[in-house]
């Protein structure tokens, strides 16, 4: 089971690149040009950034929100802005590899995007696992309240997750660190 969800998200994640990069140059072709150097490739490189930007509602919402309550919603924007995010920076940028700095962003940006899909399994075996306690404690009669606490304290302690933390945090850190020095050099470059 698990190793067919593994070639099928793996044969979705090389299908959506392959695809995005096919996107880029149809529409440099009909312009004579890269189409990430263009007005309109500039429009949907912000714009990726902008998903992008957008992942980091999630983890904002769950460190100053109700410690109770998990942001549902917030977690859902960031599995999708992660995943077209990058793909809308794929058709900005193109299979083209002229310049260190995005190439390093690209890199850094697809690690990040990896370990992300990697950090949904881990977030689904470890809710299957906290669902099991969840049941064992109201059976065990604490109030919903109550077991939601609990719950919510046994999240932050899982051990799968944490050690995952320690790749994606410093990643998501580099990735902006780059894709930052790539904006402005393109300013600086009078490329933007």
């Known amino acids: 089971m698990l190793a067919k969800r593994f070639l099928a998200v793996l044969g979705l994640t090389v299908a959506a690149v392959l ?11 009909s312009r004579g040009w890269p189409f990430g150097h263009t ?3 500039h429009l949907v490189g912000w714009v990726g950034l902008v998903m992008i930007l957008l992942t980091f509602g999630y983890p904002v919402r769950k460190r100053r929100g109700p ?30 590899f002229h310049a260190w700095v995005p190439i390093l962003a690209m890199l850094a940006m697809g690690v ?18 906290l669902g099991q306690e969840r049941r064992r404690l109201l059976g065990e009669g604490l109030s919903p309240a109550e077991v939601e606490g609990r719950v919510f304290d046994l999240a932050s302690a899982e051990e799968a997750f944490r ?4 790749i994606h945090a410093p990643m998501v850190v580099l990735f902006l660190a780059l894709a930052l020095a790539h904006v ?5 470059f009078g490329g933007v």
């Open 39 to 41: 007005q309109a490739g």
């Open 112 to 129: 990040v995007a990896v370990s992300g899909v990697i950090g949904v399994a881990v977030h689904r075996r470890a809710r299957r696992m």
């Open 184 to 188: 402005l050099g393109a300013w600086y």
């Open 67 to 96: 410690k109770a309550a998990w942001p549902k919603g917030w977690f859902l924007v960031h599995q999708l802005a992660g995943i077209f995010g990058p793909l809308l920076i794929l058709v900005h940028s193109g299979a083209h």
């Open 19 to 29: 695809a995005s990069w096919s996107l880029e140059a149809l529409l440099g072709l």
């Open 163 to 166: 050690v995952w933390q320690i």
